[in-house]
């Protein structure tokens, strides 16, 4: 559906907590003993972001000069840290925790990553603090006490921080030598405060959202995107910019591109055929919470069922607290510039042939500007601007400045769309609009430097759309529960999408994606879309201020 900015700016969203924590099958209780706490040690140096570190708590002894000298900590001294924790004399101190131990070995691009916290249960509160500052040393030979930023977190979230470190410190060799590991460090002490994982959970859950918030997932994701080679970015390169690079020499055509109004105005009554009813009477209310449900289910689909890219950029959506609202599109606004916004989305749909032969390229400033007079120009006639205004209000849109999805509050018009197909088609929308919100700022801000730039805006966005619903759609072929959240009880079972909802649309656009796909590969795509990687498939990164060129692929 289309992809508008309505606003901008940034408002702070409660984490997506619809995940359940499967209880643990197994707990310990832990008892030691002691007198007096350890003598204060002071942080040498602040870890990044956070505030310079009071006196720890507890002590910390000075490590052997072998573990200081290793470049990468084996797994060795990583198990042997969990199982020598120094213990003190009398007193004591009780705690319950969950016993996850060994855990399936998860894989992330070509790295296995191992999952074993056997040992961990056997830290007891008390003995954390040396725990975490001693494997923060080990992973980066730094003697900052991570833990006096942890020591004010609730048990539970000191408990998950100190299995994700044990994690992460367990298979850091896999990261490349410059890896800035202070700042995964801070990340997941962040990401504990709104986890929506704990340690044991199944499907690799813990494992995905700490290694994903560190920023652990995208440096082995990247590590593998590779420049496509020159046959290919031929191909690439005429997808963006079918004209030729700059349009080539061919001139915009102003009375040509009038042509597009007809195009236009065929596409608008269409679709406003489907929104309102010939007898006048009311569209169906769909349920709110219902359409919620539906979302968030959707937001955890995305996020497991495409690899591990959605879910790898540390500064993404779902380590965020934006991670997408779910507004009515009765919200939206109707002001001049959002039905012009309509007008340009649709019009490289419904009259791609016409901008074509008027020589209209989209990377020229000129040429934009001539093609929004041509719209403002449709804006004038009153009835077609309370089409507009009509269709803006039953359109599913995305907020590209504070992240919110917005989809239809009625069913449309039975004459033209069934309840069956509309509720696959609702789900569809749900997954591309929130498809927007995961599409990397630096994918973004190549569209206005290529001839067609409806190729990033909708069609890469619809391309990732359609296959996340095709994999959607299977699921809930072996799952009734599933079906019936996703299409809800008053539809039966069985009923399968139509067919065109399982390929990109949006016209020249999405089959343009399809060939870039093609040309670059399929992870290809998934790194430029989802983390920025944008030379793995032909697009020149804008390089912003104090970037370097070092930081491109």
């Known amino acids: 559906m289309a992809h508008r900015n309505t606003g901008s700016g940034s408002r702070h969203h409660p984490q997506d907590t619809s995940q359940t924590h499967p209880a643990s099958s197994t707990t310990t209780t832990t008892t030691t003993t002691h007198t007096t706490p350890a003598a204060s040690h002071p942080a040498s140096h602040p870890v990044p972001q956070q505030r310079p ?30 199982t020598t924790t120094p213990t003190a004399t009398t007193g004591t101190s009780t705690s319950t925790s969950r016993v996850v131990g060994r855990q399936p070995d998860m894989t992330v691009g070509e790295v296995t990553v191992r999952a074993d916290y056997t040992g961990l249960e056997k830290v007891p509160p008390s003995k954390m603090p040396y725990f975490i500052n001693r494997v923060n040393h080990l992973i980066k030979e730094s003697h900052t006490q991570v833990w006096d930023q942890v020591k004010d977190l609730p048990e539970d979230q000191k408990r998950w921080i100190m299995h994700a470190i044990y994690l992460y410190a367990r298979n850091v060799s896999a990261l490349p030598d410059d890896f800035d590991h202070a700042s995964a460090i801070s990340r997941m002490i962040n990401q504990a405060r709104t986890a929506r994982s704990k340690p044991g959970d199944p499907d690799s859950a813990f494992e995905r959202e700490v290694l994903g918030a560190a920023g652990f997932t995208q440096a082995i994701l990247l590590a593998k995107v590779k420049r496509p080679t020159s046959g290919a970015l031929e191909k690439l390169r005429s997808q963006y910019n079918p004209g030729g690079e700059g349009g080539g020499s061919r001139k915009l055509d102003p009375e040509a591109l009038r042509k597009v109004q007809p195009a236009l105005r065929k596409v608008i009554d269409g679709e406003l055929a489907f929104w309102v009813r010939p007898d006048g009477l009311p569209l169906t209310p769909e349920s709110p919470p ?13 996020a497991t069922r495409m690899g591990h890219y959605p879910a790898a950029n540390p500064d993404g959506p779902y380590y965020s607290n934006e991670r997408g609202e779910l507004h009515s599109t009765d919200e939206l606004s109707t002001k001049g510039e959002h039905l012009l916004n309509y007008l340009k989305n649709r019009v490289q749909r419904a009259a791609r042939d016409d901008l074509d032969a008027a020589g209209y390229n989209g990377s020229r400033p000129e040429d934009k500007k001539a093609l929004e007079a041509v719209l403002n120009e449709m804006l004038q006639d009153p009835a077609t601007k309370e089409k507009i205004k009509t269709l803006v209000k039953r359109t599913g849109a995305h907020n590209a400045g504070e992240g919110k999805v917005y989809i239809q509050p009625v069913q449309p018009n039975p004459d033209k769309k069934s309840l069956v197909q509309w509720r696959w088609r609702m789900a569809r929308t749900l997954i591309h609009e929130f498809m927007h919100h995961l599409s990397h700022k630096d994918l973004n801000a190549t569209a206005d430097d290529i001839g067609f730039p409806q190729v ?18 299977d699921d809930m072929k072996a799952d009734p529960e599933l079906y019936r959240l996703v299409l809800g009880d008053d539809v039966p079972q069985g009923t399968t999408p139509d067919e065109a909802q399982l390929r990109p649309g949006y016209g020249a656009a999405g089959q343009a994606a399809v060939e870039i796909r093609t040309a670059a590969g ?20 804008k390089k912003p201020e104090g970037r370097t060129p070092e930081d491109a692929l």
């Open 53 to 82: 570190a009071p006196h720890g708590e507890q002590s910390s002894p000075s490590p052997t000069p072998a573990l200081v000298k290793s470049k990468r900590p084996d797994r060795d001294m990583i198990e042997a840290t969990a």
């Open 456 to 473: 990033v805006k909708e069609g890469l966005v619809d391309l990732v759309t359609a296959e996340a619903f095709t994999a959607l759609a």
């Open 522 to 541: 399929p992870e290809a795509v998934h790194a430029a879309f989802f983390l920025g990687a944008v030379e793995a498939i032909g697009l020149e990164r």
């Open 290 to 302: 219902r359409a919620q449900k539906v979302f968030d289910r959707v937001r955890r689909h995305v």
